[in-house]
Each structure stands twice: as structure tokens, then as C-alpha cells.
Nanobody, 124 residues
Framework: QVQLVESGGGLVQAGGSLRLSCAASGRTFSSYVMGWFRQAPGKEREFVAAISWSAGRTYYADSVKGRFTISRDNAKNTVYLQMNSLKPEDTANYYC?????????????????WGQGTQVTVSS
């Protein structure tokens, strides 16, 4: 069982930066693939980024590649999402998720554990 708590969301102007954090409980955090997803009002939840258990592999949606960076600190049971050059279209509720053995990292249905979300609003 893994419990996830996100933080770091807020209001930022276009071009600005935010860093989201996701603190996880549980002694097996290091064995999970961690992902970030987002959901804007009236839209489906979409994949943003994911990182393997060893942090050896990272994955990004095309829409955020080059602007967002996912990282993790297994000693602190925390995964981060550094978001730079933010755009108004990045406005959404951002969720972190954990999965032990997803066959693909981009499908939200393969992640059994979710946080409550943190709101990111980017003004133009």
C-alpha cells in the first residue's frame, strides 16, 4: 500500500516555474514506477511524465518535453516535477501516481495508487 501527497501547486505567470513534490508513505517506494498526470476542467486525465524505480529512465509527454523534468529521491520517498516555461495550457490539477509493474507508463488505469492532486494555474 502506498499513500501519496502532492504539494507545490499554485498560481504563476506564463513563462514562470513551479516545482511539484509528491511524498509517499511505505517502505517499498523505491520499487514503484512513479508518474505525474494532469486533468484540466472538461478534459480527460493525461499523462505528463514518469520515472522508473531506479530513476534510470524518464518518460515525457510531447507537450512538456524540454520544459518539465521528473526526478525522485528514494531516500526521501519523494518524486518531483520541475516545470519551467509554463504556459496557460499547462493549467490543470496535477496528480502523482504509483505503479509496481505497469506495462506502459502512459496509461492512468495501470496506476493503482493516486494522490489527491495539486492545482497549477498559469496566467497569460
Amino acid at each position: 500500500q502506498v499513500q501519496l501527497v502532492e504539494s507545490g501547486g499554485g498560481l504563476v505567470q506564463a513563462g514562470g516555474s513551479l516545482r511539484l513534490s509528491c511524498a509517499a508513505s511505505g517502505r517499498t517506494f523505491s520499487s514503484y514506477v512513479m508518474g505525474w498526470f494532469r486533468q484540466a476542467p472538461g478534459k480527460e486525465r493525461e499523462f505528463v511524465a514518469a520515472i522508473s524505480w531506479s530513476a534510470g529512465r524518464t518518460y515525457y509527454a510531447d507537450s512538456v518535453k524540454g520544459r518539465f523534468t521528473i526526478s525522485r529521491d528514494n531516500a526521501k520517498n519523494t518524486v518531483y516535477l520541475q516545470m519551467n516555461s509554463l504556459k496557460p495550457e499547462d493549467t490543470a490539477n496535477y496528480y502523482c501516481a504509483a505503479s509496481s509493474r505497469p506495462t506502459t507508463v502512459v496509461q492512468s488505469a495501470l496506476y493503482p495508487y493516486w494522490g489527491q492532486g495539486t492545482q497549477v494555474t498559469v496566467s497569460s
